[in-house]
């Protein structure tokens, strides 16, 4: 029992954190998705969810790129590969504590 | 845990239907396409025009469908990108598995259709290509969108779509208007469901004072 409770420090601590593991939820269900869609979805201030892409971008967790589509100006972030793969392991880790404890 | 991050993951899809733009521009095709069978169920068969009318329908599907495409991208970008922010989709694993299974699906409902046309080939006024694509496009709306996405109103449109087909294939119509009116009463339920969640997007959606993104 204590191995399996030990196996939750080994989670990736920059996507356990609720904010950031709801934002690469998102982005791992699409291609990309704009600054006011994540802000929206996720709830938090402009602020919050800056800091919070920055964490990820910095960790090359996510990909941020302003562009346009058609006039409008967009904040476009992108789940890269590094990403994706944190999250494909997070999850994993934590069915596997959740089985070995229930 | 992870069965909330799979809600969250299917709310992200149903983001693609939640302004009623993509019905609304298939709903306007679905009712182009009931003008052109009306048409053609007006003009007499041996008539020139109506070979021009038989070429002019692949070209009215190929136009229809960059139109369509055109359509919602433009609206979307006009409406809801600027309110409620943009989204790419892809094309992941899951959906080309569920897309396999529509194929394999539709092919076995199309074999079982062509098998009852042939049990009631007797029965006087009886047109299986009005049941056929009525039952197609039902399932269509049915599995690949209302189960794929989790949007409630598209089995109620999969539903009327088989209901509709099988009512119009036991009509005395000709083929051409039982066409017609499928498609343009398929349409116009289209269009209106996309309309009134359209409308309910845009109330419930104002357009924020600043247009920039971040």
Redesign the interface.
């Known amino acids: 029992m204590s191995e399996d409770l030990r196996s939750l420090t080994e989670l990736d601590r920059l996507i356990h954190e609720p904010a950031r593991l709801l934002i690469v939820t998102i982005l791992a269900s699409v291609a990309s998705a704009d600054f006011l869609f994540l802000q929206r979805e996720t709830g938090l201030t402009k602020g919050n969810l800056s800091a919070h892409l920055s964490k990820l971008e910095e960790a090359r967790y996510v990909k941020i790129e302003k562009t346009y589509k058609g006039k409008l100006p967009l904040t476009v972030c992108k789940l890269t590969a590094t990403g994706q793969k944190a999250l494909t392991q997070y999850r994993q880790q934590l069915q596997d504590f959740i089985e070995k404890t229930s | 845990?992870?069965n909330k991050?799979s809600e969250?993951?299917q709310?992200?899809?149903r983001?693609w239907y939640t302004d009623g733009i993509a019905e609304l521009s298939s709903g306007g095709m679905f009712i182009l396409l009931g003008v052109y069978f009306g048409i053609q169920g007006y003009v007499s068969q041996s008539s020139s025009v109506s070979i021009f009318l038989q070429v002019g329908l692949i070209l009215l599907m190929m136009a229809g469908a960059i139109s369509v495409s055109w359509l919602v991208n433009t609206l979307k970008?006009?409406l809801t990108?600027?309110r409620?922010?943009?989204?790419?989709?892809?094309l992941n694993e899951q959906d080309a598995r569920q897309r396999r299974y529509l194929v394999v699906a539709v092919a076995m409902i199309m074999l079982i259709a062509w098998t009852v046309l042939f049990k009631y080939k007797y029965i006087r006024g009886f047109d299986s290509i009005v049941l056929v694509i009525g039952i197609l496009a039902g399932v269509v709306f049915v599995t690949l969108r209302g189960k794929s996405s989790g949007v409630k109103r598209f089995y109620v449109l999969g539903a009327f779509s088989i209901l509709l087909g099988i009512g119009l294939s036991l009509g005395g119509l000709s083929r051409a208007y039982r066409l017609a009116l499928y498609f343009g009463l398929f349409g116009f339920a289209v269009m209106i469901s996309g309309g009134l969640v359209l409308r309910r997007y845009l109330s419930e959606n104002p357009m924020p004072a600043e247009?920039?993104?971040?």
């Open positions: 845990m992870n991050l969250i993951e709310r992200v899809k983001y970008t006009r990108y600027p409620t922010g943009f989204v790419e989709y892809h247009t920039e993104n971040e």
